[in-house]
């Protein structure tokens, strides 16, 4: 095996499996409840791809229910095996076809599933909001919604706008915004911008959408309660005490509550503050090292700093909220891997030698992007995001006729439709959801102030 591959064969993509099992209640699979998952030693969980359950992030499985579903599975004593499939509906198809045994997800309660289900866990209460900017202007309550601009995606957000419109006598502005390359989440992006004013979400969704943009408010609710929670088959109901019982001991605990914030509360873009002092030819206290090191890579040393100034702002205590730690950001397994000494990770130098090595394995990895200063964007994305997800958002651009080896207006189109179900979900795609604007943003930072290094400060 090629040593550039070990970052996706990560536990995520060893867990991941899809939902095509043999499995059904012939030989026993629809039948087993926790005694037989315990003599098993595997529980097999199903989950969706989605900014609030389940995504890869850097090449590291990651995502709320994921976590929770990890710690309740270490309760029991068990291994935890991911399913992940596309939606609501499948997902209880397979937990009913003895393929999964436990639904890990924000399951709505609905009488339909009652019958066969058996609802477990945390029961939470959603509601779709408005999401607006912050300041005097913002809304307070529905009646002023009337003759406000409000887009939205269809489906149903749009269909509780307009049963809204409805109960006010009319007047909301519903402007419906089809366009396949937008999802909700690229909406509220252009609230938080100025773009547009109002958008809807769910809380969950708006919750995790403020943690990247601060300038949002998310409080007027415009929608009755919604319960959901975790699921398993009527025929387990000694695993739904048990998950009732984890949950209402761990609700409280420093580790629950740990994964909470971090994806609920957490900044997710943190602020940076002005470089040392171009004007003198200096960027950084650590100049030496990443003109030692950027030789290794064939990489222009300012590169490498404008690199290391987007993930850590010089800052080589940071630990980001995906656990990323030291001047050059590198996820835990990754650091192991490219030789960083346990409790290394922010010394400074550990840190360039392991970023500057797997930007070398990038490197490898995109070789067959054949001109050289479009290579260096496809690893810029790859450090970002994670290789697995430029891989996809390449063999997005070929099967819809663009460039998979051009990086603007080519792959990193279909970088930022990874967030839209439609393309995640798209067969080509191996790694699932992916929030692409941070990364589509990373490229053309980086570059920018590596060439604005390059105007100010001699080799």
């Known amino acids: 095996m090629k040593?550039?591959?070990?970052?996706w064969l990560v536990c995520a993509v060893a867990l991941l499996a899809s939902c095509t099992g043999k499995r059904n209640a012939a030989d026993g699979g629809a039948d087993i409840d926790l005694p037989g998952?315990?003599?098993?030693?595997?529980?097999?969980?199903?989950t969706a791809n989605s900014s609030t359950s389940y995504f890869n992030y850097r090449g590291e499985p990651m995502g709320f229910q994921y976590e929770l579903a990890q710690q309740f599975a270490r309760s029991l004593g068990l291994k935890m095996k991911l399913k992940v499939v596309n939606n609501t509906a499948e997902m209880v198809r397979c937990l009913l076809r003895?393929?999964?045994?436990?639904?890990?997800?924000?399951?709505?309660?609905?009488?339909?599933?009652k019958d066969s289900l058996i609802y477990c866990g945390e029961e939470n209460i959603t509601h779709q909001v408005i999401v607006q900017r912050k300041g005097k202007e913002a809304l307070g309550d529905v009646t002023q919604l009337i003759d406000k601009d409000i887009y939205v995606s269809p489906g149903k957000y749009y269909d509780r706008l307009v049963h809204l419109d409805e109960e006010l006598g009319g007047g909301i502005r519903i402007h419906l915004v089809e366009a396949d390359s937008v999802s909700a989440e690229d909406l509220i992006t252009w609230v938080a911008e100025?773009?547009?004013?109002?958008t809807v979400a769910t809380d969950e969704v708006a919750k995790i959408n403020r943690t990247y943009y601060p300038n949002l408010n998310i409080g007027l609710v415009i929608s009755f309660d919604q319960r959901a929670?975790?699921?398993?088959r009527k025929t387990a109901p000694l695993l739904a005490q048990a998950a009732d019982k984890w949950h209402r001991e761990n609700i409280n605990s420093p580790e629950f509550q740990a994964s909470a914030r971090r994806y609920f509360e957490l900044d997710k873009q943190p602020s940076h503050g002005s470089i040392l002092s171009v004007k003198?030819?200096?960027?950084?206290?650590y100049d030496n090292l990443f003109r030692k090191y950027?030789?290794?890579?064939?990489?222009?040393?300012?590169?490498?700093a404008s690199l290391a100034y987007a993930e850590s702002n010089f800052n080589p205590d940071v630990v980001s909220w995906a656990g990323a730690r030291g001047?050059?950001?590198?996820?835990?397994?990754?650091?192991?891997?490219?030789?960083?000494?346990?409790?290394?990770?922010?010394?400074?130098?550990?840190?360039?030698?392991?970023?500057?090595?797997?930007?070398?394995?990038?490197?490898?990895l995109f070789r067959n992007v054949p001109d050289e200063d479009e290579r260096v964007k496809f690893v810029l994305a790859a450090y970002n995001a994670g290789a697995g997800h430029v891989t996809d958002a390449m063999a997005l651009a070929k099967k819809y006729g663009r460039n998979p080896y051009r990086w603007e207006h080519h792959v990193d189109h279909y970088i930022l439709l990874k967030s839209n179900e439609e393309y995640y979900q798209d067969p080509v795609c191996k790694n699932g959801y992916f929030r692409g604007t941070e990364t589509y943003n990373f490229v053309r930072d980086v570059i920018g102030r590596a060439e604005m290094y390059q105007a100010k400060i001699k080799q």
């Open 37 to 46: 998952i315990r003599e098993r030693g595997e529980l097999t969980v199903l």
């Open 194 to 198: 100025g773009k547009i004013d109002y």
């Open 98 to 113: 003895g393929e999964g045994d436990l639904i890990a997800y924000n399951l709505d309660i609905t009488p339909a599933w």
């Open 3 to 7: 040593p550039f591959v070990f970052f």
């Open 327 to 364: 001047l050059m950001q590198l996820m835990p397994a990754t650091a192991r891997v490219m030789g960083i000494p346990k409790g290394k990770e922010q010394d400074p130098e550990e840190s360039i030698k392991g970023g500057v090595k797997y930007i070398a394995r990038l490197q490898e």
């Open 294 to 304: 950027a030789k290794e890579i064939g990489w222009d040393w300012r590169l490498l």
């Open 280 to 285: 003198d030819g200096k960027i950084s206290h």
């Open 229 to 232: 929670s975790w699921a398993v």
